[in-house]
């Protein structure tokens, strides 16, 4: 199956985590493809991105500078490899493959912080991965892989109809300022 590639390497400050790839998203070869994401209105809008905005001279990113962003530190994965057209598609077994799988990208690439894309996408890995059954909320989780912090914001999915743009963002700026205690040690 066609799938996104991981945006991973050695280094990184951060690495987003999503349920798994949109097919629409694949079909356009990015992360957060559709329009009606809220990921890169809100990401744009952030202290977390400032940086990034920066460094590549533009006031609001896209899905098209994904890969990009490696160059600023921040990489992109997903708990499942598996695109579908909803994450409520997915089968307990793929969350119980994919997890393991993902835990062996973390552990081997080493981010400062791995942030989840929602509850339902940390859940599953802290199930499968971690082996606790973690009644996750959004921010900063006790578990830790390693030396990477673990961090939940609120799903970007145009269909996590409770969270705003600016709710996500005020996540993002969050993260922002967990990212810099992390780095500071």
């Given amino acids: 199956?066609?799938?996104?590639?991981?945006?991973?390497?050695?280094?990184?400050?951060?690495?987003f985590v999503g349920i798994n790839p949109g097919t629409y998203s694949v079909d356009r070869g990015h992360y957060f493809a559709r329009k009606t994401s809220r990921f890169w209105p809100?990401?744009?809008?952030?202290?977390?991105?400032?940086p990034v905005r920066l460094g590549l001279g533009?006031?609001?990113?896209?899905?098209?500078?994904?890969?990009?962003l490696l160059e600023f530190g921040i990489g992109f994965t997903d708990v499942v490899k598996l695109p579908s057209a909803n994450a409520a598609a997915l089968d307990?077994?793929?969350?119980?493959?994919?997890?393991?799988?993902?835990?062996?990208?973390?552990?081997?690439?080493?981010?400062g912080v791995a942030?989840?894309?929602?509850?339902?996408?940390?859940?599953?890995?802290?199930?499968?991965?971690?082996?606790?059954?973690a009644e996750a909320g959004l921010g900063a989780q006790?578990?830790?892989?390693?030396?990477?912090r673990l961090f939940v914001v609120p799903n970007p999915s145009p269909a996590n109809a409770h969270f705003t743009v600016l709710d996500q963002r005020r996540w993002y700026d969050r993260l922002a300022r967990f990212l810099a205690q992390v780095r500071t040690g």
């Fill in 1 to 15: 199956f066609r799938t996104l590639p991981d945006y991973l390497r050695r280094g990184l400050d951060l690495v």
């Fill in 42 to 50: 809100a990401f744009s809008a952030s202290r977390l991105s400032l």
């Fill in 58 to 68: 533009v006031a609001v990113l896209t899905p098209e500078h994904d890969a990009r």
């Fill in 92 to 111: 307990p077994k793929e969350f119980a493959a994919g997890a393991p799988q993902l835990r062996q990208r973390l552990v081997r690439y080493a981010p």
């Fill in 115 to 133: 942030c989840f894309h929602g509850v339902t996408a940390y859940r599953a890995f802290a199930r499968y991965a971690l082996g606790a059954d």
């Fill in 142 to 148: 006790r578990e830790r892989l390693g030396r990477t």
